[in-house]
């Protein structure tokens, strides 16, 4: 159940889906090690429902990393694509 904005700065809590964006997302298991069977049985992606509140909603969204988890991640650096940013640290 969503408790909190999935934003680890923000305070606020979930009180209605009106208020901010809801995100759905498609994990695999903790210690999957990345393999699709453990013995005879599949491994079968969970889902889980992330939430960021209005405030948060227009700076940011979310990003997921098989690693790290759910990043929360701005929206001019989502928005950018990678080989533009890098061209202008470049200095191209």
């Given at each position: 159940?969503?408790?909190?904005?999935?934003?680890?700065?923000?305070?606020?809590?979930?009180?209605?889906?009106r208020d901010g964006k809801l995100f759905l997302a498609e994990t695999l298991p903790q210690n999957s090690?990345?393999?699709?069977?453990?013995g005879a049985r599949r491994k079968l992606p969970r889902r889980e429902h992330f939430w960021l509140c209005a405030a948060c909603?227009?700076?940011?969204t979310l990003c997921f990393d098989a690693e790290r988890g759910m990043l929360t991640v701005?929206?001019?650096?989502?928005?950018?694509?990678?080989?533009?940013?890098?061209?202008?640290g470049e200095g191209y």
């Open positions: 159940m969503l408790q909190k904005c999935a934003n680890p700065s923000c305070t606020a809590l979930f009180r209605s889906l090690n990345h393999h699709p069977f453990d909603s227009t700076h940011f701005p929206l001019t650096d989502r928005m950018a694509p990678r080989f533009l940013i890098r061209a202008a």
